[in-house]
């Protein structure tokens, strides 16, 4: 069973960055894809974007696209989401998720707080 603990999180000002981690344990991630999502209160839990495992290819929402950058080491079993020119609206818990075949998610971890003060 793979664990995955996030980290990184925080308060920063709005125009600030942030680099959040995601390590897993148990097992190696997914030989799939990894993403991040991200639930501001009140909201549901949305797509953010995912790496494959080679790190050959990334994807983005519109929203983050230009701002966010997910790369991973896998010998480190981490991936990471640089959040660049954070804005308010960004702020929302993290979660890394463990994705199979189907881009499905296999496994979730507990989340980081990321707040973006305006």
């Known amino acids: 069973q793979i664990q995955l603990v996030e980290s990184g999180g925080g308060l920063v000002q709005a125009g600030g960055s942030l680099r959040l981690s995601c390590v897993a344990s148990?097992?190696?991630?997914?030989?799939?894809?990894t993403g991040w999502f991200r639930q501001a209160p009140g909201k549901e839990r949305e797509f953010v974007g995912y790496?494959?495992?080679?790190?050959?290819?990334?994807y983005y929402v519109d929203s983050v696209k230009g701002r966010f950058t997910i790369s991973r080491d896998n010998a480190k079993n981490t991936v990471y989401l640089q959040m660049n020119g954070l804005k308010p609206e960004d702020t929302a818990v993290y979660y890394c998720?463990?994705?199979?075949?189907?881009?499905?998610?296999?496994?979730w971890g507990q989340g980081t707080q990321v707040t973006v003060s305006s």
């Open positions: 998720a463990d994705l199979g075949a189907t881009m499905a998610v296999n496994h």
């Open positions: 148990g097992r190696s991630f997914s030989t799939y894809a």
């Open positions: 790496i494959r495992w080679s790190g050959s290819s990334t």
